[in-house]
């Protein structure tokens, strides 16, 4: 089962003096795999998980998700698709500072049309699955970094997406923070078997995955499969 | 594409939340709005209070009857010096005008005349100031809408041996008389004794100001004190019962008559007003659409100033917020979602902004009503048009930023710190 498929992919930027972000990108990811990214800054990590999760196009090449290419989507399809099987995390959390707890997990089901007396109740059993159960109506700002992350990835699951994106999402935490998020995804994979790609500069963040792809330049230098847990 | 009803309702909850966040500002920004609102909204009270007493006026003329003065100010509508001109160099309407026009009219239309003037009256001890004593012709109850209550109407013998009756309006009768009935009883005015044959049913008051507060006399009696100087005199001409003639020949033929009266040429102006409910109402129209054509465009601009400050505060809304439209769009948002939250703030925002307008022109409605003694009161049709001219604003300034929101490259957004 392909869950990723990408083809002779290349994203450059315009202008004079052409700055290719990626180029003649071939990768296959399956299901379920847990790939870590890796690659000194500037190589291109976030651009190609912002092309897989179609928030950007490439000027070159195909991108099929789950069999689909997403390239001849409109862009209402495409914001669905990313809401409901597509689950992303970040480096700096990315919630809305004004919302609380439930009311940032259930973003996502309330941009589905889904009532709140629906959609709360959803929010609150995602929260207490990553260890938020006493944080529901906490704002952003009254929660710790590994606590927001936490909250992150409970908006990131809610639909229980085949896919995971993270960028970089123990790059704000220290290190043992950074470890129980790794945990908690460990943990997460283990119940909803969803692909998970990973960006990362933390060593540690490689032990959690079963492949390892390194760009530089825009370009896969190295592409391995590992033992998990090594 | 269809927009379901939860995410409408995130959308307002989201409006709202962003609204009370900044309640000073928000406040602030929609302050034209207010100002621009309120006043349009209690000019036009004031222009259908006044609308409703001229039309009250008018219609105290009664339909089918025509008044000729001297010089009536519906003639001169926007200029005042005109009016003043005619009221100093016209021909003041005279008894002899009454008769000849009662005699070249005779036999088609009813010829009346009442003649206006102040005096005090008493009773015993008690005195009433600002009573009008009309001496009137014995046919002026067909000319005008004075309607007896009780006892009988003067008639042609009072007027022709000149006897010193009255009949009095309802707050003479009560002011005087207040514990006993007025009929037969007695009135002093300028030193003479007048016994109350009749008395008037009530009015009721224009301006706050009672019209029940008069003395009619015959034309006869009123003469021998008066001489034919009056305050004001006015001659009233209708159809005679027997005559099948329009509303507009009656005017025409009294136009005629007056102006063989007054031995005018062909070419020559009228000297002297005519006038008809007809003509009142079609004055007060005049006045209502001078007020609207210079008022309602100058609102107008300013409440498109007020719109483009709400534009530039939702502008400045959008930028402060670009990092979370980013993160709503990156999760799932439509761009349309985003489109629909900024311009429901928009226009949330201009709608209250308009109904603080409205509720600020009903106190200052209410407040000139009681200082004024009109009956003045905010029309449905002014509110419900003040809270669509309000939202209208907000959608219509709200569309540019808006747009500019829902356009945001995600990824930039995301970037933006
Ligand atoms: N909007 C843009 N315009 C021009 N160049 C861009 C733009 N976005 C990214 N780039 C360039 O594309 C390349 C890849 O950027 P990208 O953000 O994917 O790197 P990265 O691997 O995520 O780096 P980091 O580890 O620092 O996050 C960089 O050289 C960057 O300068
Ligand atoms: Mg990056």
Redesign the interface.
Known sequence: MRMIELVDVSRSYGGLTKVAALSNINLTIGAGERVAVMGPSGSGKSTFL?LV?G??QPTAGTILIDGVDIGILD??SR??L???RIG?I?QTF?????LTAIENVA??L???????RVAEPRAVAMLKRVGLGGRLDHRPDQLSGGERQRMAIA??LIFEPPLLLADEPTGNLDSQTGDEILDLLDQLHGELNMTILLVTHNEEAIRFCDRLVRLRDGRVVNDEKMERGR | MTFGLSRWGEALRVAIAATLAHRLRSLLTVTGIVIGIAVVTVVAALLEGAQEFINKTAAGLGPGIVRIDKASFQDFVGDAQAFAEARAKRPDVTLEDFRGLRERLRDRLEVGVRLDAALPIGRGGRSLDGVIVQGGSANIYELTTVKLDRGRILNEFDDQYRRPVCLIGKDVDEYLFPDTDSLGRFVKMGGLEYEVVGVAAPLGSSIGASQDAFVQIPLGTFTRIFGSRSRSITLLTKARADQTITNSEVEELTRVAMRLQRGLQPGDDDNFSVTTSKSIEAFAGRITSIVALVLYPLTGIALAVAGVVVMNMMLASVTERTREIGVRLAIGARRSDILIQFLLESTLLTLVGGMIGVIFAALLVMIAALATGFSLSVPLWALIAALSVSSSIGIIFGVFPARRAARLDPIEALRKE
């Open positions: 912002n999760c928030l950007d862009d209402d914001t669905r990313r809401r409901e992303m970040f990315n919630l809305l500072p004004t973003l996502p309330r941009l589905n049309g889904m009532s709140r908006r990131a």
